[in-house]
């Protein structure tokens, strides 16, 4: 009648899912919870995992549960693998029938967890508002498993969002530009003001969407030895590569005149692969991918158990 526009939301303050009391936000442990309830929706539509039961599902981090609630409904079946006890004891509370366990995410060996989860031999879905302390550390976790992984939807701080999408020679270019260019198809699917969240954090966040594609030919080197390339490289990203690479290049190896003069940001992220190819030598792509430290004990309990395993 007066033209004015209808507020669809109030403004977040305190999230629905923080129960009275003593229960404060950690911030050794990125304890930023969502409290904005049409974003959560959001976030979780973005996951569109198809598997019946949502057994491939896997939340990391789900603190108080502001995506767990949503997520649990239509993924009865997923698992979620939180740190903080409280947090654990307040979801096996508040969802009995929630795989939940307790974890450090970078314990997780997604191949491992694959093998356990996807029975229909599909891959995993995952999803996680990222604890930001850990974003790079989660993140490459997940290249370095990408053939068990479908996508990930995760929350992180904008700029990093910004580096992982980054073009060559701009200044957000560097290691996970090339590794997530490599890998996968990432994308920001929008910005997140810090007002979403409780406590508010100094920054803005971005929901990035990763697709793995399954059909990604195996690269004919060793992905650690890549990594050791482009890092290397980027730790001085304004010198030529016969310069940065030094420590790197084996006993009287000389480092070709194409590539002895080009500076890191100047590279394409396949060119590095050609790179860590001339430098390492190249392996066979049908060889393991390699593994790392593993959760899985626990999570066959877990799964053994019915629910949540203690
Ligand atoms: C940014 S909060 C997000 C919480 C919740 N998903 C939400 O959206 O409100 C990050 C969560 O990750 C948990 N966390 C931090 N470090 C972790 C780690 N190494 N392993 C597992 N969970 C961790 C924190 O306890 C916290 O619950």
């Given at each position: 009648?007066?033209?004015g526009r209808?507020?669809?939301?109030?403004?977040?303050?305190?999230?629905?899912?923080?129960?009275?009391?003593?229960?404060?936000?950690?911030?050794?442990l990125?304890?930023n919870?969502l409290?904005?309830q049409n974003?959560?929706?959001?976030?979780?539509?973005?996951l569109?995992?198809?598997?019946?039961?949502?057994h491939?599902v896997?939340?990391?981090?789900?603190?108080l549960?502001?995506?767990?609630?949503?997520?649990?409904?239509?993924?009865?079946?997923m698992?979620?693998?939180?740190?903080?006890?409280?947090?654990?004891?307040?979801?096996?509370?508040r969802?009995?029938?929630?795989?939940?366990i307790?974890?450090?995410v970078?314990?997780?060996?997604?191949?491992?967890l694959?093998?356990?989860r996807a029975r229909?031999?599909?891959?995993?879905?995952v999803?996680?508002?990222?604890?930001?302390?850990?974003t790079?550390?989660?993140?490459?976790?997940?290249?370095?498993?990408h053939?068990?992984?479908?996508?990930?939807?995760?929350?992180?701080?904008?700029?990093?969002?910004q580096?992982?999408?980054?073009?060559p020679?701009t200044k957000d270019?560097?290691?996970?530009?090339?590794?997530?260019?490599?890998?996968?198809?990432?994308?920001?699917?929008?910005k997140i003001?810090?007002?979403?969240?409780?406590?508010?954090?100094?920054?803005d966040?971005?929901l990035?969407v990763?697709?793995?594609?399954?059909?990604?030919?195996?690269?004919?080197?060793?992905?650690?030895?890549?990594?050791?390339v482009?890092t290397?490289?980027?730790?001085?990203?304004?010198k030529m590569l016969?310069?940065?690479?030094?420590?790197?290049?084996?006993?009287?190896?000389?480092?070709?005149d194409?590539?002895?003069t080009?500076?890191?940001?100047?590279?394409?992220?396949?060119?590095?692969?050609?790179l860590?190819?001339?430098?390492?030598g190249?392996?066979?792509?049908?060889?393991e991918?390699?593994?790392?430290?593993a959760?899985?004990?626990k999570?066959?309990?877990?799964?053994?158990?019915?629910?949540?395993?203690?």
């Open positions: 009648f007066c033209g209808v507020r669809m939301s109030v403004e977040p303050d305190r999230p629905p899912t923080l129960p009275a009391g003593k229960f404060r936000p950690k911030q050794s990125g304890q919870y409290a904005d974003i959560a929706v959001k976030i979780t539509k973005a569109e995992d198809a598997s019946e039961g949502g491939r896997v939340e990391l981090g789900p603190g549960g502001a995506l767990t609630r949503l997520l649990v409904e239509e993924y009865p079946e698992l979620a693998v939180e740190i903080d006890q409280r947090a654990v004891d307040l979801l096996r509370e969802h009995e029938e929630l795989s939940v307790r974890s450090d970078l314990e997780i060996d997604y191949t491992k694959r093998e356990l229909d031999g599909g891959r995993l879905s999803i996680g508002n990222l604890p930001y302390y850990i790079s550390q989660i993140l490459f976790a997940l290249a370095d498993h053939d068990s992984v479908r996508r990930a939807v995760v929350t992180m701080q904008w700029e990093v969002a580096r992982v999408v980054a073009a020679r270019y560097g290691i996970l530009s090339v590794v997530f260019q490599l890998y996968s198809n990432a994308r920001i699917a929008f003001p810090p007002t979403a969240f409780y406590p508010k954090p100094k920054v966040s971005a990035v990763v697709d793995f594609p399954v059909d990604r030919p195996r690269f004919p080197v060793d992905p650690r030895k890549l990594r050791t482009v290397t490289a980027f730790r001085q990203r304004r016969r310069q940065s690479l030094k420590s790197i290049l084996p006993p009287d190896f000389k480092l070709p194409n590539w002895s080009k500076r890191p940001e100047e590279l394409k992220p396949r060119d590095f692969l050609e860590t190819a001339i430098i390492f190249r392996i066979d792509p049908d060889s991918p390699p593994s790392g430290t959760i899985w004990r999570v066959k309990k877990a799964d053994d158990d019915g629910g949540g395993s203690r």
